[in-house]
Nanobody, 122 residues
Framework: VQLQASGGGLVQTGGSLRLSCATS????????IGWFRQVPGKEREFVAA????????YYADSVKGRFTCSRDNARNTVYLQMNSLKPEDTAVYYC????????????????WGPGTLVTVSS
């Protein structure tokens, strides 16, 4: 099982980025995928999740209305479109495979990819 997040970078406040999470090694459309982020010295926090069908999405209050999670089951890839970025969105972003339980907790995910750094300048 592999997940690889990409698309991070440096952007100004108010700008946009689209992160991708490319996956392999499992039946992609059997699983929900989540996005989390982490800054040094803080716990990893939930950002968004998308159900296996793509019909349901879930967002942290801090990103609701600004971030959109989608998936392409033909490409085994999940996307996180991030708009109206703020300096407080600066973090390393991770995608993970959901294994059961609440989408909002890291313990509900069994495989994680290496993160991609998003830096939002003020």
């Amino acid at each position: 099982v592999q997940l690889q997040a990409s698309g991070g970078g440096l952007v100004q406040t108010g700008g946009s980025l689209r992160l991708s999470c490319a996956t392999s090694g499992f039946t992609f459309d059997d699983y929900a995928i989540g996005w989390f982020r982490q800054v040094p010295g803080k716990e990893r926090e939930f950002v968004a999740a998308i159900a296996w069908s793509g019909g349901s999405t879930y967002y942290a209050d801090s990103v609701k209305g600004r971030f959109t999670c989608s998936r392409d089951n033909a490409r085994n890839t999940v996307y996180l479109q991030m708009n109206s970025l703020k300096p407080e969105d600066t973090a390393v972003y991770y995608c993970a495979r959901h294994s059961g339980g609440s989408y909002y907790y890291t313990r509900s995910y069994d495989y994680w990819g290496p993160g991609t750094l998003v830096t939002v300048s003020s």
